[in-house]
């Protein structure tokens, strides 16, 4: 069964960031209707809200006895006490050298892009879109502001088909509340060589987030967008939330990369719903790096509609410490002759875990389909877990599909080799763990994002 129809999320609290109400305690309609009267927003966002609201009134709370949570429980995490909003929401800027030390030294805002924008707290503070881009008809936008200037194109695609509040409980929660985010259209045959990028800070206690990241590429488009999100690395005793959602539609003939980079500080907990649909001839390559957060829940889906449509669905997690990361995967083929190739891999250190659920589902009339699924785990100490749980579900007789899953300590007679050539045990683990994942990050065709993955992992591996 498809998690967007069964699969929910614990949630007893909500926040927005920007203008919600300073309070504190467990949510409700009024505020709702708060956030729409702030905002002023369009009768059909209010719609939108209030209609989110009630689907997660009336879904269930999940348990660790729902059979997609039944390893990540939610009800260890403490909810009531976040507050609703910032008090001292940041202020826009006006250039990158003006951008806080604290955000400009967590990413590399000087790296090649055709455009960039920065978010901190859930409010976009700076942006630079070059003009040559804006003459191709390409948007760009923070999601408020897409709100105002492009209600047709929300109206279409905004939480109605690819991520419904129907998704899930968190996805509802998310409908109800959403803040903050990006809008991207690209118009039908504009390429765009080099990355759309949007670097995401949170520094608030006690508080939560809901970006919302809806990407539309046109027919024979090209885009490649990138988002980096991350917080102090200091230690904090506090509770954050972020739950975001990104829509991706890519049209006929389109080549979309999507890339999330995840680095959240340890008093996060990251919700991430990702859904694609891929078009006729369509080519999307997803990337999830996930390093961040005390825990964090992905669902990652991409929807195979039409013949010909090519999915890449890649993921890298790095645990340490009592890290806890689930990813929930989903490659639906709904129509003959589409491709789906799916590779997660995790290297976990300390008394870290993970979790990988992945299901492929080749419908009826989705012949010829070729779909494949592997994830494998690397363990880098006894204490360390790793449960993976491949899955198909095929309806259609003329397809080649597959799944693999392997969980396996780090092998010492490498370490040993390595050591005996002078290194360090720490410089060889290193070593063998950047190998490790070499296998993903070679599948990444943008040099200047390779680098940079392969810099975040290696910081991180200290």
Same mark, same amino acid.
């Given at each position: 069964m498809s998690q967007r129809s069964t699969a929910s999320g614990k949630a007893t609290v909500v926040a927005d960031i920007e203008t919600a109400p300073s309070v504190r305690g467990e949510i409700g309609p009024e505020t709702v209707e708060a956030i729409i009267e702030q905002r002023g927003e369009p009768e059909w966002m209010a719609a939108r809200r209030r209609e989110a609201w009630e689907v997660y009134r009336e879904t269930p709370m999940p348990t660790t006895?729902?059979?997609?949570?039944?390893?990540?429980?939610?009800?260890?995490?403490?909810?009531?006490?976040?507050?609703?909003?910032?008090?001292?929401?940041?202020?826009?800027?006006?250039?990158?050298?003006?951008v806080p030390a604290e955000i400009a030294g967590a990413f590399a805002l000087g790296e090649e892009a055709a455009a960039w924008a920065v978010q901190h707290n859930g409010v976009q503070i700076w942006s630079e879109v070059p003009a040559e881009l804006s003459a191709k008809g390409v948007r760009f936008l923070d999601f408020a502001t897409a709100v105002a200037e492009m209600p047709e194109l929300l109206q279409t695609h905004f939480m109605t088909s690819a991520v419904p509040p129907t998704f899930g409980k968190l996805a509802a929660l998310h409908g109800a509340?959403?803040?903050?985010?990006?809008?991207?259209?690209?118009?039908?045959?504009?390429?765009?060589?080099?990355?759309?990028?949007?670097?995401?800070?949170?520094?608030?206690?006690?508080?939560?987030?809901?970006?919302?990241?809806?990407?539309?590429?046109?027919?024979?488009?090209?885009?490649?967008?990138?988002?980096?999100? #991350?917080?102090? =690395? /200091?230690?904090?005793?506090?509770?954050?939330?972020?739950?975001?959602? *990104? %829509?991706?539609?890519?049209g006929e003939g389109s080549q979309v990369r999507y890339t999330i980079v995840q680095q959240w500080g340890r008093h996060v907990f990251h919700y991430q719903a990702n859904r694609v649909f891929a078009g006729k001839d369509a080519r999307v390559q997803t990337?999830?790096?996930?390093?961040? #957060?005390?825990? =964090? /829940?992905?669902?990652?889906?991409?929807?195979?509609?039409?013949?010909? *449509? %090519?999915?890449?669905?890649?993921?890298i997690y790095l645990a340490d410490d009592h890290q806890h990361f689930d990813h929930y995967t989903y490659q639906l083929h709904q129509a003959p002759s589409a491709r789906s190739d799916l590779l997660y891999k995790g290297a976990l250190k300390d008394r870290s875990r993970s979790v990988f659920r992945g299901m492929i589902r080749v419908m009826k009339g989705a012949q010829q389909t070729d779909a494949y699924q592997t994830n494998r785990n690397l363990l880098l100490s006894e204490d360390a877990h790793a449960d993976s749980l491949p899955n198909l579900e095929i309806e259609a007789d003329d397809v080649r599909c597959s799944h693999a899953a392997t969980i396996g300590q780090q092998d010492e007679q490498q370490l040993f080799y390595l050591m005996s050539r002078g290194l360090t045990r720490e410089k060889a683990v290193k070593l063998i763990v950047m190998g490790f994942f070499e296998e993903v990050l070679g599948r990444i065709p943008v040099e200047g994002l390779h680098k940079r993955l392969s810099a975040v992992i290696e910081r991180k591996l200290g």
């Open positions: 006895r729902t059979e997609e949570w039944r390893y990540t429980d939610l009800a260890k995490i403490g909810w009531q006490e976040l507050a609703m909003r910032d008090p001292n929401p940041p202020s826009a800027v006006g250039s990158r050298a003006e509340f959403v803040s903050g985010g990006t809008v991207v259209h690209v118009p039908d045959g504009v390429e765009i060589e080099l990355p759309l990028i949007v670097y995401r800070w949170m520094d608030v206690e006690n508080a939560a987030l809901f970006p919302h990241t809806l990407l539309i590429a046109g027919a024979n488009s090209k885009v490649t967008y990138i988002e980096e999100c #991350a917080s102090p =690395a /200091r230690a904090q005793d506090g509770l954050a939330m972020n739950c975001g959602v *990104a %829509e991706i539609i890519a990337v999830l790096v996930t390093l961040g #957060a005390k825990v =964090a /829940r992905s669902d990652v889906e991409c929807d195979l509609q039409n013949p010909g *449509a %090519e999915s890449e669905m890649l993921g």
